[in-house]
């Protein structure tokens, strides 16, 4: 019964953890904060393939 409405609400929560993602991904690059910025590529990486594969 909640198959359908998990995988209708799944994806946009994945888009928008990605959208979060690129933000900090900007900010920490523009504070020179670079080992925060490679894990927040890790975090983008990761909400890209659950966004397109789940």
Same mark, same amino acid.
């Given at each position: 019964?909640?198959?359908?409405?998990?995988?209708?609400?799944?994806?946009?929560?994945? #888009?928008?953890?990605?959208?979060? +993602?690129?933000?900090? #991904? @900007?900010?920490? #690059?523009?504070?020179?904060? @670079?080992?925060?910025?490679?894990?927040? #590529?890790?975090?983008?990486?990761?909400?890209? @393939?659950? +966004?397109? @594969?789940?």
């Amino acid at each position: 019964m909640f198959e359908k409405f998990f995988h209708e609400v799944n994806g946009p929560i994945w #888009i928008l953890i990605g959208l979060v +993602a690129l933000r900090a #991904i @900007y900010s920490s #690059i523009k504070k020179k904060d @670079y080992p925060h910025a490679a894990a927040f #590529i890790v975090v983008l990486a990761a909400a890209a @393939y659950y +966004a397109l @594969y789940l």
